[in-house]
C-alpha cells in the first residue's frame, strides 16, 4: 500500500505542477487527510505548489512543515561536503508531516537531468512511489529507465504537454500523454504583469484573468495591425501610438479579435482622449504600461509560463480536467491502493459527486445559458468530462461571451428557443398537458419560448436527461415546469428537496427546506422517504429524524401529532428503515442527550437524515448552521419528480453550480 506518491520531474520543465494536483484530487477522494511537501524551496515567497494543495485540500499543516530546506541552505550543505546531512535533514522534516496525514503527495525538486539520482534517493528514504513526468516530447522511456537504474519504484511515466497524437511506448508501469492545454500553460495577463512589473492604467479582475496566448508587436498602421490581431493576443506597442490602442479596444468590442491586453512601452502615456474613449468601449482591456522597449519586453514574455495557482481557479480546473481527461484515474488509484477512509468526509464527498458523475456521463441542460457564471461552469464541467451539456440562449452571444472570458464550451450544444425546430413540437405537447386548463396552441408557443419551459420540455421529450437553473431565475420559475410537464414518480404524493449539508466532519441531509410550506402527516411521510432514498443514493446511510419541539412522548399539540402521525406511516410504509420521531434536533444529533432523551434509539444521537415539520423551521435551520457553524449547503437538490430537476440559488457560486449539475447527473443515472 503505497502512502506516499513523489513527482520528479526528469529534465527541466515538465508541468509538475498539473500532475501534482491531479494526484492530489485522486487521494483526496480516497483518505481524509492528505499532506503536501517540497524537498527543496525559494526562501524568499511560498511556493505556489504547496500554496494551491495547501488550500485547496485544506490541509491543515503550516506551510513552514511542509518543506525540507531552502535552496540556500542546501547549497551550503553541499558546498561543505556535507550532503548526507542535506539528505537526513530532510528525510527528518519529511517524516515529521508524514506522521499527521493519510496520503502524501512529494513534489520535487527543479533539478536538472543530472541530479535526478538527488529526487530518486529522496523518493527511496520517503518510501514513496514516482511518478515520472517529461516535458513534451521528451524521452518517456528513457525517463523510465532512468528511474528504475536509481532504485525508485516507479508508479507511471506521464509525458505533460504533448503534441495531438503523440504515442506512448510500452513500458511495465503505465505511460500516459496529456496534451497542451492553453488554458492550463498560457500566462494571464495578470501573471504577465507581475512578470514586467507593470503599472496598471485600465482592467478589472476579469481583464487580468485572460490567458495570453500570443504577442503581437504593434508598430504598423491601423490597418495592417488589424490584419495580425487575434483572439487571445497581447499587444505590444509604444505607449504614444494612441491609434492602435483605440483600434484593439475597437477589434474587440466589434468581435473581430478577442485581444487579451495592451502593454504600452518606453514608459509613455497615452493621451488621456484616448484612453477616455477606449474606457466608454467598455472592451473589458487591461492596459499595462512598462518602462522599457518593445524588444526587451516581449524578450521577457517569452519566458513567462502559465501554471496553476490558489489565485487562478480556472486554471485549477483546467489542470484537473486535462490530467483526468488523459490519464486513467482508476487504473492509477488501484496500482495506488490506498485504503478508502470509511467515515465520508465533506471533501470527499465532493469529489465523489464528480466521479460518480463521469463514470455515468449524462447529458443536462442549462437554460441560462448566457450567464457568466453558468459558462465559468461549463467550462469546467465540460473539461472534466461531468456531464453532456446543451446552453439554452442566443448562440451568438453565448459565443462571443464565453470568447471574452476565455472559455472553452464549444464541446457543448447551444439552443435558442426562439429559432428552434422543436417549438412546434413542444408547443403541442405542453398544449395538450395543459389543455385542462384552458391552454391554447397560441398560448403555448409563448410559453415555451421561455428558457424555463423549453428546458424542462427538452427533458420531457427525452432532448436531456435533466436540467439545473434558478442561477437568474426565481425558485417557482425553475420549479413550476417540472411540476406541470414532469411531476411527480407514481405512488408519491408530493415532490421536495433537500440540502446536503458538508460540516466539517460529516455529511447531513436536511429536508425539505426549499418547497412545501407546511405538509400534512402523508406529504411529510413521503418527504422522509424520499430524502432517506436520496441520502442512500449519494453514499449516506439514512437513520431519519422526524423534527419536532418534542422527543417521545414528552410533548403534546397538533404539531406533534403531525410528527407522530407522519413517523408512524414511514415505519408502515418502510419497516426497514431507521426512524425516530417526534424527536428534538439536540437528541437526533448529539449521543449524551440523546442517552438521556431516548436511551435505546438507533437513530438518536446518530441521525444522518432530518426531516422538518415545516418549511418554516427547515429553510431558517439550514441557514443558521451554513452561517453559524460555516457548513457547506448543497442543494436545494429536487426529489420526487420522474426526472431530475434541480433549483439553484440565485447566489450560486460557480463551485455550487458544479456540484448541482453533478448531483443531477447522478439522478439522471439512476430514473
Not at 478589472?204 to 498602421?221: C, S, T
Not at 470509511?342 to 466521479?355: A, G, H, K
Not at 432523551?597 to 446518530?606: F, M, N, T
Amino acid at each position: 500500500m503505497a502512502r506516499s506518491v513523489y513527482v520528479a520531474g526528469v529534465g527541466p520543465g515538465g508541468g509538475k505542477s498539473t500532475i501534482a494536483l491531479g494526484l492530489a484530487e485522486l487521494l483526496s477522494r480516497q483518505v481524509e487527510r492528505i499532506g503536501a511537501f517540497r524537498p527543496l524551496t525559494p526562501a524568499a515567497v511560498e511556493d505556489p505548489i504547496l500554496a494551491l494543495l495547501r488550500e485547496r485540500y485544506h490541509i491543515e499543516s503550516p506551510y513552514a512543515d511542509m518543506y525540507g530546506v531552502t535552496y540556500a541552505e542546501a547549497s551550503a550543505l553541499v558546498a561543505g561536503g556535507r550532503r548526507e546531512e542535506l539528505i537526513s535533514r530532510i528525510v527528518g522534516r519529511y517524516r515529521e508531516l508524514e506522521r499527521r496525514h493519510q496520503a502524501m503527495v512529494v513534489v520535487g525538486s527543479d533539478l536538472t537531468e543530472e541530479d535526478l539520482a538527488f529526487n530518486a534517493r529522496l523518493a527511496t528514504e520517503f518510501g514513496s512511489v514516482v511518478v515520472g513526468v517529461v516535458e513534451g516530447e521528451g524521452d518517456v522511456a528513457g525517463a523510465y529507465h532512468s528511474l528504475v537504474d536509481l532504485d525508485a519504484t516507479v508508479l507511471a511515466v506521464i509525458a505533460n504537454r504533448v503534441p495531438p497524437g503523440t504515442t506512448m511506448p510500452e513500458l511495465p508501469v503505465p505511460a500516459y500523454a496529456i496534451p497542451e492545454v492553453p488554458a492550463v500553460s498560457a500566462p494571464t495577463v495578470a501573471e504577465v504583469a507581475a512578470a514586467l512589473g507593470a503599472t496598471l492604467l485600465a482592467g478589472d479582475a476579469a481583464a487580468l484573468d485572460r490567458d495570453v496566448l500570443d504577442f503581437v508587436v504593434g508598430a504598423a498602421h491601423v490597418p495592417l495591425l488589424l490584419d495580425h490581431l487575434t483572439d487571445g493576443c497581447l499587444m505590444i506597442t509604444p505607449g504614444d501610438r494612441d491609434d492602435l490602442l483605440v483600434a484593439a479596444g475597437a477589434a474587440r468590442v466589434a468581435g473581430t479579435a478577442a485581444v487579451a491586453g495592451i502593454v504600452l512601452t518606453l514608459g509613455e502615456q497615452p493621451d488621456p482622449r484616448a484612453m477616455r474613449l477606449v474606457e466608454r468601449l467598455d472592451a473589458g482591456l487591461a492596459v499595462l504600461s512598462v518602462p522599457s522597449d518593445s524588444y526587451h519586453t516581449v524578450e521577457v514574455l517569452s519566458r513567462i509560463e502559465g501554471r496553476p495557482t490558489a489565485a487562478s481557479p480556472r486554471k485549477v480546473q483546467a489542470a484537473i480536467g486535462a490530467f483526468e481527461s488523459s490519464v486513467d484515474t482508476e487504473e492509477l488509484a488501484r496500482r495506488l491502493d490506498v485504503a478508502r477512509a470509511t467515515r465520508v468526509t465533506p471533501l470527499m464527498f465532493e469529489y465523489d459527486l464528480i466521479d460518480r458523475a463521469r463514470a455515468n456521463r449524462r447529458h443536462l441542460v442549462l437554460p441560462e445559458g448566457g450567464e457568466e457564471r453558468i459558462l465559468r461552469a461549463a467550462d469546467v464541467l465540460l473539461r472534466r468530462g461531468v456531464a453532456d451539456l446543451t446552453l439554452l440562449g442566443d448562440p451568438g452571444d453565448i459565443a462571443r461571451k464565453a470568447r471574452d472570458l476565455g472559455l472553452d464550451v464549444e464541446a457543448a450544444r447551444v439552443v435558442d428557443p426562439a429559432t428552434s425546430p422543436w417549438l412546434e413540437e413542444f408547443a403541442a405537447t405542453y398544449a395538450d398537458l395543459r389543455r385542462h386548463k384552458g391552454v391554447t396552441l397560441d398560448l403555448a408557443r409563448d410559453v415555451v419560448r421561455d428558457v424555463s419551459y423549453f428546458g424542462t420540455l427538452m427533458v420531457h421529450a427525452g432532448r436531456a436527461d435533466g436540467m439545473v437553473s434558478g442561477a437568474t431565475h426565481t425558485t417557482a420559475a425553475t420549479i413550476r415546469p417540472a411540476f406541470e410537464i414532469i411531476k411527480t414518480v407514481p405512488g408519491l404524493g408530493v415532490a421536495s428537496s433537500v440540502f446536503f449539508m458538508l460540516l466539517a466532519d460529516r455529511v447531513l441531509v436536511y429536508g425539505d427546506c426549499a418547497v412545501n410550506p407546511d405538509p400534512d402527516a402523508a406529504e411529510l411521510a413521503d418527504i422522509a422517504l424520499s430524502s432517506a432514498d436520496t441520502a442512500a443514493r449519494f453514499g449516506i446511510e439514512p437513520r431519519v429524524a422526524m423534527l419536532s419541539y418534542s422527543t417521545g412522548a414528552s410533548g403534546t399539540g397538533a404539531d406533534v401529532e403531525k410528527v407522530a402521525a407522519a413517523t408512524a406511516l414511514v415505519r408502515q410504509r418502510r419497516p426497514d428503515l431507521p426512524v425516530e420521531g417526534p424527536i428534538q434536533y439536540d437528541a437526533a444529533i448529539d449521543p449524551a442527550v440523546a442517552a438521556t432523551k431516548l436511551p435505546g434509539s438507533e437513530v438518536a444521537g446518530y441521525a444522518t437524515v432530518f426531516i422538518f415539520p415545516d418549511l418554516n423551521t427547515g429553510n431558517n435551520t439550514y441557514k443558521a448552521v451554513q452561517r453559524s457553524a460555516g457548513a457547506v449547503a448543497v442543494g436545494p437538490v429536487m426529489q420526487g419528480l420522474r426526472r431530475p430537476v434541480n433549483d439553484l440559488s440565485r447566489g450560486a457560486t460557480v463551485k455550487d453550480i458544479i456540484n448541482t449539475v453533478a448531483i443531477t447527473g447522478i439522478q439522471a443515472a439512476s430514473t
